[in-house]
């Protein structure tokens, strides 16, 4: 069962905001949401984490509902160097699943 | 010094070759991780040290081998790889893994582009 659903491409334009959604229907008590960046060639890179309400930092906000079914993460006025595979992940550092990737959701920022 | 350094860069190697890839961070994190990645997919876990120890196999093959010498290095010996083997090898590090309540953010390398011929 697999354990985050996230939608595999997105466009948007420079300027916009994004919001990208994740779905975790079987999130644990103790689970954490990452979010990380991958460029071609790169390593992924981490944006955020939360484990409920809101987390906001200098690049990205994080919005978990109550239930904490599901996540969005969310650019502000994304622009061209935006444009990479986000990965959400969900797990427990404690009991070492933190560790796998869901299948990324690919966002394409056009001028 | 946040920063997470792998070599080489690239790397061509044939189906008989022995050959490691080397990962080195010095931001005194304890745990440190190899993934592989292939093309338009998801990283995927294969090794984990943890304070120096393996603590997690996922399942790899045994023409992978892992090794870390010391806290601040980790090597990925190869050996008799196969074609479906070139990939993307990631190396990342992270404070600890699982010692405390925080859930530690992992700092990744640029990664080894592997080719197997």
């Known amino acids: 069962l697999a354990k985050t659903t996230q939608p595999i491409s997105m466009d948007s334009y420079e300027g916009q905001e994004v919001n990208i959604t994740c779905s975790h229907n079987n999130i644990a008590t103790n689970d954490y949401i990452t979010w990380y960046q991958q460029f071609p060639s790169q390593g992924p890179r981490f944006i955020i984490q939360?484990?409920?309400t809101k987390v906001t930092n200098e690049v990205a906000s994080l919005f978990i509902p109550a239930d904490r079914k599901s996540s969005t993460l969310s650019l502000p006025r994304v622009s061209l160097s935006d444009t990479a595979v986000y990965y959400c992940l969900v797990g427990d550092n404690n009991a070492g699943n933190m560790l796998t990737f869901g299948g990324g959701t690919r966002l394409m920022v056009k001028p | 010094d946040t920063e997470v350094t792998q070599t080489p860069k690239h790397l061509v190697m044939g189906m008989t070759n022995k050959k490691s890839l080397k990962c080195e961070q010095h931001m005194g994190h304890r745990a440190m991780y190899w993934y592989k990645q292939k093309a338009k997919k998801p990283p995927e876990l294969m090794f984990v040290?943890?304070?120096?120890?393996?603590?997690i196999n996922e399942s790899v093959p045994s023409r992978f081998s892992p090794e870390c010498p010391n806290s601040s290095l980790l090597n990925l010996h190869l050996h008799a790889l196969q074609p479906e083997d070139s990939a993307l090898y990631l190396c990342?590090?992270?404070?600890?893994?699982?010692?405390?309540?925080?859930?530690?953010?992992?700092?990744f390398g640029p990664g080894t582009r592997l080719t197997v011929l």
């Open positions: 990342a590090s992270s404070q600890d893994n699982g010692r405390g309540a925080r859930n530690n953010e992992q700092f």
């Open positions: 040290y943890s304070y120096e120890k393996l603590s």
């Open positions: 939360g484990y409920k």
